[in-house]
Nanobody, 114 residues
Framework: QVQLVESGGGLVQPGGSLRLSCTAS????????MSWYRQAPGKQRELVARITTGRSTNYADSVKGRFTISRDNAKNTVYLQMNSLKPEDTAVYYCNSAVRPSFWGQGTQVTVSS
């Protein structure tokens, strides 16, 4: 059974930090680029960051220098470290596997507010 389980979201003040985790089924993780997306209310889902199997990374311009994506192949887990959070980062965050791009987990809510 294919799984993507996101966690680590919550309510944080502007300027704060959160670390998101996504644990995937090994079959869709180990040989796949992994990505984080987000969807804010009333907006389309957008790519936030991606990491390849060789650990090359790319980021949306809006998060460059603030967010860091990483992966732990032994744990089938991809992380998103989010620093200097802004209210406009508020969204539901999802991870995604390039080998099953149509499959999504339940997401984790991130709310940045004072």
């Amino acid at each position: 059974q294919v799984q993507l389980v996101e966690s680590g979201g919550g309510l944080v003040q502007p300027g704060g930090s959160l670390r998101l985790s996504c644990t995937a089924s090994r079959s869709i993780f180990i040989l796949s680029s992994m990505s984080w997306y987000r969807q804010a209310p009333g907006k389309q889902r957008e790519l936030v960051a991606r990491i390849t199997t060789g650990r090359s990374t790319n980021y949306a311009d809006s998060v460059k220098g603030r967010f860091t994506i990483s992966r732990d192949n032994a744990k089938n887990t991809v992380y998103l470290q989010m620093n200097s959070l802004k209210p406009e980062d508020t969204a539901v965050y999802y991870c995604n596997s390039a080998v099953r791009p149509s499959f999504w987990g339940q997401g984790t809510q991130v709310t940045v507010s004072s």
